[in-house]
């Protein structure tokens, strides 16, 4: 039986006996969005502005989460090839001089006349749906060396892409998204270990190229912000008993100006103590030493843990965490391989995301761009994150044991 042919037997909204809303995650998301739109407002010294264009990229993405689940995911996943592909040709759109929109040396966005479109999020959830499409065929041989290879292209084209503009953020986080749902899925440990070993190698090749490498010999070329945060990541984890003590010198220099914003962010992550200084109090956003080019963006969780304290912290990882376990809780009981390798690929996503980005907060990850889901200042992102929620939501309401 091939997948276009299975049979929707589920009854309509309305007629179950038990849930068909997961309650939780939609409580969790909310809340995160109310925080996040606060936290905008004061991040961004009261513009209404921004604060009002995040809410409207808001109710876009609350519009499209709820058509998601007009229909079962399986009937919709079944265009999951197609939007791949749009996916891809918007990525090598936005590489175009004169479509795509170049902002501090990276193309990432296309002009949409009111807005700006950032197909790289969309690159993150159409490479999930192509990916556990592709895995859930009915009589795949997920042995087969042909399995392994087709994964490697849908992984690799998107990611390649998505570095290209660049974007390291966005496309480091494909690595973990690719080989959590193959775990899942049934490849061989054998296979996904030569996938680790080959993504830790790209990787490095890449931080290589762009630490050491002229610029004109450059495949991938960076933002200068960028590369000056993965120098002084590298500065941070990397000895210094070979230098000289006039390079030491240097390097140190170099470390406290390329660093300031990250130092700044974490002054505010520990000035908030345990209840925090209150709302648009922080003085590290309202005196601008954390500017706020960036503290409504990258920064956004050192603004809540400055005015909101240790406990406010505590309080948005328990809402992340709430969509997490949600996450799992899905894949768990999801009725088919198509639902659970789905739900799998968003949480690990989310994960990653918010893993990274408060990493960069507190010092413990380069600094790369990625957006913390429902708090960054980000229309594509926002929408992006409302739509992983409608997902997730769509599997759960078509689960296996309602």
Known sequence: MTQSTIQLNTPRFGTEQHPRVAWGLWIAVVLLATIGLLAIYSATGGSQTLTRSQLIFF????????????????????????????????????????????VNGARRWLNLGLTQFQPSELAKISMILALAFFLSRPNLDLRHRKTFFTCL???????????????????????????????????????????????????????????FMPSQYEFIKLELIRKNSLKVFSMWITPQKIASEAEKRRMKLEQHNDSYNVNQAMISVGSGKILGKGWRQGTQTKLGYLPNSVAHNDFIFSVIAEEMG?????????????????????AGQARDRLGKLLAIGITTLWFSQIFINIGMNVGLSPVTGLPLPLLSHGGSAG????????????????????
């Not at 709820?66 to 990525?91: H, K, Q, T």
């Not at 503009?165 to 690595?175: A, F, Q």
């Not at 240790?310 to 899905?330: D, H, K, N, P, Q």
Request: charged letters at 10%.
């Open 59 to 102: 109710m876009v993405g609350i519009i499209l989460a709820g058509l998601l689940n007009i229909a079962d995911y399986r009937e919709m996943c079944r265009w999951s090839y197609p939007v791949f592909v749009i996916s891809l040709i918007l990525l090598v759109l936005v590489l175009i001089p004169g479509i795509g929109v170049k």
């Open 153 to 211: 292209g849908i992984i690799g084209v998107t990611f390649i892409l998505v570095l290209k503009e660049p974007d390291l953020g966005s496309s480091i986080v494909l690595i973990p998204v690719g080989m959590v749902i193959m775990y899942v899925a049934g490849i061989p440990i054998q296979s996904l270990l030569k996938f680790i070993g080959a993504s830790t190698l790209l990787i490095t090749l890449v931080i290589v190229e762009v630490l």
């Open 310 to 330: 240790f406990l406010g912290s505590m309080v948005v990882l328990t809402l992340y965490g709430t969509f997490l376990f949600t996450g799992i809780r899905v």
């Open 383 to 402: 929408v992006t994150a409302w739509i992983a929620a409608g997902l997730l939501q769509n599997i759960y309401a078509y689960r296996r044991n309602y």
